[in-house]
C-alpha cells in the first residue's frame, strides 16, 4: 500500500493569518483511488488547509506536489487545471436550472457557437450513471425540485465531470438525513473506485470508520496523526485524536517533550 | 445498445421512457399544483377579458379593426417589457426604461427632421439607447449601488434629456413613411398568408427539434396538437384581418383597410430573437444563472459583473426600439413619450406573463402575453361604458380612473401570484 505514491503531497506548510499561525507544518497526502478523511475539531485548521489547496489562500511556506511535480498554486484557476475540485458545503447550485445546466455551468459545450443541449445532456447521464447514482429520475429537473441528498450528488457529479484527480468534499453529510447519507457515502466509495483521490471534510466518527481509507487527524494547527483504517481502529481513537491530539501511541507528543522530537 | 447501457439509462427514467400524451398533461397538472404556474394567469386572464368585454360589448369589442387596434396599442408595452425582462431576470429592476424608450424615439424623431436617412437615425437612436442602459449597467455592477436608486436617478435625469432634446417645439411629427408605418401599417394580404406560412413552418421545425432531442419525453401528439392549434388560430385571425376592416362609409368611398398589421411580424422576429438569445446561447445561460444565484454563477467562473453590465446595455437597446414603437403609434414624439404610466405597465405586463421580480424565472413570451393582459383592459372597458353591475352604483367603465384600477389590481394578482408559488416551493 505505501508503494502507491500520494496523488497530492503537502509538505511542511506553514500559514499565518497575521501574529495567528494557523497551519504548523503541516503534511498532508490525497492518494488516487482512496479516501482520505480529515478530521479534526473547529479551528483546528482544516478549512484554511483546504483552502491553501483551492488556492483561495495562499501559503506562507511548504511545497507541494502533484503527481510527484512540484506546483505552485496561486488562485482557483491554477487548482482546477491541475484537476483539483473542491465541493463546498453550500453547493452554490443555481437551482433555477436544471440538474445538466448545472453541471456544464460555466464550462458549456459549443456547437456551432450555440448550446449543444443533447451532447452536454448525454454526457451528464453518462457521468452520473458512472457513479452509479440511482436516486436522480431525471437530468432536465430543476435543482429546485430536488433533495439534500440529489443536491450533493449533483455538485459531486459536477466535479467529476471535469476529470478531476483530487475532489475535495467539505461535509458533504452534514445537513443529510440517514438515508440520503448511505446515498452519498456510496457515491463518495464509488468516486475512489474511480481512482479519483477524494478528501473528505467530516465530523462523523461512523461515517468515517465506513468509507475511509486513511485519517488525517488535525490538532491545533498541526497533522497530529496520518494513519490508515484498519479493522482494529476505533471511534475513540478518533475522537483522542480530536480532542488532544494524541490516542495511545499514535499522534503528538506531549509538549514536554516537543522540543526534544522536532529537534 | 449494450445490455449494460440498457440498465444503466433506465435510472434516468423520466428522461428516457416515451411519454403518452395522457403523461404531459399529468406533469403540467402536477407542476401547476406545485405553484409552478408559469404563463397560465395570464393567458386565463386573456380568455376572461375577451370573454367579458365580447359579452359586454360585442359589436363594438369583437371586431376586426378592433382586434388590428389593440396589436397596435400593445406593441409599444410588449417591447419595453421584453426589454425589462432582461434586468427582471437577474433580480434588478429599470425604472427608467420607459424614458430611455422615450430618449430614443426623440433622437430618431430630431435626426430626422434634420434630414438624416432613416437608417443612420435609428443607428444613433440604438446608440444612445444603448449607452443609457450601459451608464446603468456601470453604476449598479461596478459601482455597486441598487439598480433601484439608480434607476430611479435615472427615471428624473433621462426625462430631463428628454425635454432638453424636445425643447420648446412641444411636438415632434414624424415623416418618415416607414417609422409611421409600423403601428398602424399593414402587410398586404398576399405577405400576411406568405408570413402565416413562413411562421408555421419555423414554428414546425422548433417543435421537431425539441422532439427529437427529448429522447421520447415530448410524445409526437403533442406536437400535432400544438401545430394543429397555432395553425388553426394563425389561419383564423389572418382570413379575418385579410377582410376589408375600414368603416362602412370609408369603404363606400373606396377605402381598403386590410393585411396582418405589421406590428405582428416585428413582435415576432423580436420574441424569436430574444428568446433565441436566452436560452440558445451560453450569454443567455450564463444570464440565467446569475439571476439564479449569483456566488454559484461567480464560482463557475462566469463574469458575474460583465453579464449585469451588459443586460442593462441590453435592456437600453431593446426599450430604444420599444421607443420607435411609441413614436409610430402616434407619429409623433413629445416630452410624454415614455413618460407616465409606460414603465408601470412594461413591468407590469413582464410579471402578469410570469416573469419573477425575484430573478432567474422568466421568458421573453411573458413580455407577450402580460403585454396583450395590459393593452386589453384600456381596449376593453371604455366599450363597456356607464353600467351599475350590482344595481347599486353607476360606475362609468370608460373613465381613466376605473382602468387604472382594473390594471393596477391585475398587476397585483400576478405578483401574488409569483410570491405564493416561492412561499409554496
Not at chain 2, 424614458?99 to 444613433?124: E, H, K, N, S, Y
Not at chain 2, 393585411?259 to 451560453?282: C, K, N, S, W
Request: proline share 3%.
Amino acid at each position: 500500500m505505501s508503494n502507491d505514491k500520494p496523488i497530492l503531497e503537502l509538505q511542511g506548510i506553514n500559514k499565518s493569518f497575521g501574529p495567528v499561525q494557523v497551519l504548523r507544518a503541516v503534511d498532508f497526502n490525497v492518494y488516487a483511488g482512496k479516501v482520505t478523511a480529515l478530521i479534526g475539531d473547529n479551528g483546528a485548521g482544516k478549512s484554511t488547509l483546504v483552502k491553501c489547496i483551492a488556492g483561495v489562500h495562499p501559503t506562507d511556506s511548504g511545497e507541494v506536489r502533484f503527481n510527484g511535480q512540484s506546483v505552485s498554486i496561486h488562485g482557483p484557476k491554477d487548482a482546477s487545471e491541475l484537476g483539483i475540485e473542491i465541493v463546498y458545503q453550500d453547493l452554490a447550485l443555481c437551482e433555477n436550472l436544471d440538474v445538466v445546466q448545472n453541471m456544464f455551468l460555466g464550462r458549456e459545450r459549443l456547437k456551432h457557437g450555440l448550446l449543444d443541449g443533447s451532447s452536454m445532456e448525454q454526457a451528464a447521464r453518462d457521468t452520473l450513471a458512472s457513479l452509479s447514482v440511482r436516486t436522480l429520475k431525471s437530468v432536465r429537473q430543476q435543482v429546485m425540485s430536488l433533495s439534500g441528498g440529489q443536491r450533493q450528488t449533483v455538485a459531486i457529479a459536477r466535479a467529476v465531470l471535469w476529470n478531476s484527480k483530487v475532489i475535495i468534499l467539505d461535509e458533504p453529510t452534514a445537513a443529510l438525513g440517514v438515508a440520503q447519507t448511505a446515498q452519498v457515502l456510496e457515491l463518495v466509495r464509488n468516486l475512489a473506485n474511480q481512482g479519483v483521490g477524494v478528501v473528505l471534510i467530516s465530523h462523523n466518527m461512523n461515517e468515517i470508520l465506513q468509507v475511509a481509507d486513511r485519517v488525517s487527524a488535525m490538532y491545533l494547527g498541526q497533522v497530529a496523526a496520518d494513519i490508515e483504517v484498519t479493522e482494529s481502529t476505533t471511534r475513540e481513537t478518533l475522537v483522542e485524536l480530536i480532542t488532544s491530539g494524541r490516542s495511545g501511541d499514535v499522534g503528538l507528543i506531549t509538549n514536554d517533550a516537543e522540543e526534544e522530537v522536532t529537534a | 445498445m449494450t445490455d449494460t447501457t440498457t440498465e444503466v439509462l433506465a435510472d434516468f427514467a423520466l428522461d428516457t421512457t416515451a411519454k403518452s400524451l395522457g403523461d404531459v398533461v399529468s406533469d403540467a397538472k402536477a407542476r401547476f399544483k406545485s405553484g409552478n404556474l408559469g404563463s397560465l394567469p395570464s393567458v386565463l386572464a386573456i380568455i376572461t377579458l375577451v370573454a367579458i368585454f365580447g359579452y359586454a360589448n360585442p359589436d363594438a369589442f369583437l371586431t376586426t379593426s378592433n382586434l388590428a387596434n389593440l396589436m397596435g396599442q400593445a406593441s409599444a408595452v410588449i417591447v419595453i417589457a421584453m426589454a425589462v425582462t432582461f434586468v427582471l431576470l437577474l433580480g434588478e429592476i429599470d425604472l427608467a426604461a420607459g424614458f430611455t424608450a422615450g430618449v430614443a424615439a426623440t433622437v430618431m424623431a430630431t435626426r430626422l427632421a434634420d434630414g438624416w436617412p432613416l437608417w443612420q437615425a435609428l443607428a444613433i437612436s440604438a446608440l444612445v439607447a444603448i449607452a443609457l442602459g450601459m451608464f446603468t449597467g456601470y453604476m449598479v455592477a461596478k459601482v455597486g449601488i441598487p439598480s433601484f436608486v439608480v434607476t430611479l436617478a435615472n427615471f428624473l435625469s433621462f426625462q430631463g434629456i428628454l425635454l432638453l432634446l424636445v425643447k420648446d417645439k412641444g411636438t415632434l411629427r414624424v415623416q418618415s413613411t416607414p417609422v409611421k408605418a409600423l403601428v398602424g401599417g399593414n402587410l398586404s394580404p398576399t405577405l400576411s398568408w406568405l408570413l402565416v406560412a413562413v411562421g408555421l413552418t419555423l414554428f414546425a421545425w422548433s417543435l421537431w427539434r425539441t422532439m427529437a432531442n427529448s429522447y421520447g419525453a415530448v410524445p409526437r401528439s403533442l406536437v400535432l396538437i400544438k401545430l394543429g392549434g397555432a395553425a388553426a388560430a394563425a389561419i383564423m385571425v389572418t382570413l379575418l384581418l385579410n377582410e376589408n376592416r375600414a368603416f362602412e362609409k370609408a369603404k363606400e368611398q373606396g377605402t381598403v383597410i386590410d393585411g396582418i398589421p405589421y406590428v405582428v411580424p416585428a413582435i415576432m422576429v423580436l420574441l424569436v430573437l430574444l428568446t433565441f438569445l436566452l436560452t440558445r446561447t451560453q450569454y443567455g445561460r450564463h444570464l440565467m444563472a446569475v439571476g439564479g444565484n449569483p456566488e454559484a454563477a461567480r464560482r463557475a467562473g462566469i463574469n458575474v459583473q460583465r453579464i449585469r453590465l451588459t443586460a442593462f446595455g441590453l435592456c437600453g437597446l431593446i426599450a430604444g426600439i420599444g421607443g420607435i414603437f411609441l413614436a409610430s403609434f402616434v407619429d409623433s414624439v413629445d416630452p410624454n413619450t415614455g413618460a407616465n404610466d409606460t414603465l408601470l405597465l412594461a413591468v407590469g405586463a413582464a410579471v402578469i406573463g410570469g416573469t419573477s421580480l425575484f430573478g432567474g424565472k422568466g421568458r421573453v413570451l411573458n413580455a407577450v402575453l402580460g403585454g396583450i393582459v395590459l393593452a386589453l383592459i384600456p381596449n376593453g372597458l371604455p366599450l363597456v361604458g356607464q353600467r351599475s353591475p350590482f344595481g347599486i352604483i353607476d360606475i362609468d367603465f370608460s373613465s381613466s380612473g376605473v382602468k387604472f384600477i382594473c390594471a393596477g389590481l391585475a398587476l397585483l394578482a400576478a405578483s401574488s401570484v409569483d410570491a405564493l408559488s416561492r412561499k409554496g416551493a
